[in-house]
């Protein structure tokens, strides 16, 4: 029965090498396993001359599964028929139910639990190196007799095929569904706040306006009652677009939210991505050294080779920025900390859309908040010119009056003709994403298929680790790209459902 192993104690040497790192910073230990730089969301840390290493990407990648409950905050490893737990924030982690003594207590860090890195050698029984002058810690699970590969080959072995892995898997502190975002975003928005207390301050006006309105005048009469009953249209007109104003400052937030939360998502997924990109160049680069050391090729293919894992390299760390950016967004809409992190449970997913444009358009026109208060204004301004009196002195011309009309009247047209501008765009935009999509599935099928081909030829000799990972990596880009697409649609069908909400989005989303 195959085991972890014991802890190779003695190969270590960990206890004077990784207590001269109690200086380093964050970013500057680099973690290569079985010959494969890692890159992870939060680098190791030193926290009281103890190296800590991320538990998930070091655990997964020397073959242990790894499952999280987030409510106990407690960390399951399981390999062969030995399973490992770990409750975050102790120094007592467990083996096969036998405790293990920790350096340190485990911890969060930007999503991730971090673990003292000898606790990897008690655990797993691998062996780990530390080199001081370049600051790498080398890792390579000996114990199952797998290898960190042999420098001047080129020839395919008889080992399990590499497969495209995702090193950005982290732990959260919680999770944050895009219902809830909604409601934390409505009950911390300062504009939502100002809607209603407007609604409160215009009943009261209206109400005061009202109460020595007797009747309704059908044309000119006494000047001060047809005064006081124009007032008294303005403050109804104004406490009823108040109602619809909050109305409307609620449907851009859930808008905004919808978008910052999708947005957050393809950030993800960018990260996820850059840091694959980063493994296929650091491999590519590996056989072009191989290839100019046995004489095959030019120092060229190497410096290109380097200048591509550079390349990658200051993606991953712009896609890294980008991420923490789409976080804060999103957190300052919620009432969320800058540096809260937290697992987002909804991804949308795929339905053909197959709503009419030209219904949509029509209900557009008679739900419209926008539309509706033009049409208020326009009522008004007829209703200024019925009660027009032409004995008052100093009275704008009764010309000036019609042609107030005409302008409001102009402007709801206006109105009009953009929002139904506005859902035939997002309706054609949403059609043109699901073309892109299409392609990208049809693609896909091809993909896999080389993707397996690959995996078959590797397995009796055929072909490379480097062709086989190159192919996985073809079918997980295309994979993410369907999925940002998705999200987009995702945010374009509540666009289409109400357009007037994305237009006002921004200034809802005000705090």
């Known amino acids: 029965m195959k085991r972890f192993g014991v802890a190779v104690l003695s190969t270590l040497v960990l206890s004077s090498a990784f207590a001269s790192l109690a200086g380093a910073q964050p970013g500057d230990i680099k973690i290569i396993i079985n010959g494969v730089t890692q890159q992870y969301t939060q680098s190791p840390v030193v926290s009281q001359n103890t190296t800590l290493v991320p538990l998930r990407g070091v655990f997964e990648s020397l073959g242990a599964k790894v499952d ?156 001060a009652s047809d005064k006081a009953f124009k007032g008294y249209a303005q403050t109804n007109l104004n406490y009823e677009a108040a109602k619809k104003n909050l109305d409307m400052t609620k449907e851009g937030i859930e808008y905004n939210v919808k978008d910052l939360y999708n947005k957050l998502l393809q950030k993800q997924n960018a990260v996820k991505l850059a840091a694959l990109n980063i493994e296929d160049a650091e491999r590519k680069l590996k056989v072009a050294q191989i290839k100019r050391d046995n004489q095959m090729s030019s120092d060229y293919e190497v410096t290109q080779a380097t200048n591509q894992l550079t390349q990658n390299q200051a993606a991953l760390e712009k896609a890294k920025k980008d991420l923490d950016s789409a976080y804060v967004s999103l957190n300052q809409v919620i009432g969320y900390k800058p540096e809260q992190r937290y697992e987002l449970k909804d991804k949308p997913v795929y339905s053909e859309f197959k709503d009419n444009v030209e219904t949509k358009v029509s209900q557009v026109l008679t739900s419209s908040t926008a539309i509706w208060l033009s049409e208020q204004k326009v009522d008004l301004a007829e209703l200024s010119l019925k009660l027009y009196n032409f004995s008052t002195p100093g009275n704008t011309p009764y010309e000036a009056e019609q042609l107030n009309v005409e302008k409001a009247q102009y402007a709801t047209e206006g109105t009009k003709r953009q929002l139904e501008e506005a859902v035939r765009t997002i309706y054609n935009n949403i059609k043109a994403l699901e073309s892109q999509y299409s392609q990208i599935q049809a693609g896909l099928v091809s993909a896999r298929s080389a993707a397996d081909m690959a995996k078959k030829q590797f397995d009796v000799g055929l072909a490379t680790e480097l062709q086989v990972y190159e192919a996985n990596l073809k079918v997980t880009t295309a994979e993410q790209q369907a999925e940002d697409i998705v999200t987009n649609i995702d945010t374009l069908k509540l666009a289409f459902d109400k357009p007037w909400a994305m237009q006002g989005s921004s200034g809802a989303s005000a705090q």
Do not use: C
Request: hydrophobic share 35%; net charge neutral.
């Open 68 to 223: 999280w409950d987030s409510k106990a905050k407690k960390v399951t490893a399981s390999k062969n028929d030995d399973t490992l737990t770990l409750n975050v924030g102790s120094k007592l982690a467990y083996k096969n139910s036998n405790p293990v003594q920790l350096d340190a207590a485990t911890q969060i860090q930007k999503g991730q639990v971090l673990v003292p890195l000898r606790f990897v050698s008690q655990s797993l029984g691998a062996k780990v190196n530390w080199d001081q002058s370049t600051r790498t810690i080398t890792i390579s699970n000996q114990a199952d007799g797998s290898t960190t590969g042999e420098a001047n080959s080129l020839s395919s072995k008889p080992l399990t095929a590499p497969v495209t892995k995702v090193t950005y898997d982290t732990y959260y502190n919680d999770s944050l569904a895009y219902d809830d975002a909604v409601k934390l975003a409505i009950a911390d928005s300062t504009t939502v706040k100002t809607a209603a207390t407007n609604i409160d301050q215009a009943g009261k006006i209206m109400k005061e306006a009202g109460k020595n309105i007797d009747f309704v005048p059908a044309e000119a009469g006494d000047e």
